[in-house]
């Protein structure tokens, strides 16, 4: 018996997505901290937080307690 985990290929998505989404936050905070800050910079970084937080959790779940919430789900708290 093998120790390897499969996940869901929406879950495969949800992570992909986490990557680029923190990405983005990276790249406004580094442009926060060079002075380039206006209120769009700060809107989006916490726009980005909250997206990948989200994001976080879904998958924790979903890895963690089974299917616990539907890929609808994931789309509706995104958006």
Known sequence: M?????ISSATEVDLMQIVALHRL???????????NVDDSV????VILTRMVGR???LVANRLLGGDAFSRDDCNSCCE
């Open 25 to 35: 936050l990276d790249f406004a905070v580094s442009e926060a901290l060079a002075g």
């Open 42 to 45: 700060l809107e989006g970084v």
């Open 2 to 6: 093998s120790d390897r985990t499969t």
């Open 55 to 57: 994001k976080v959790s």
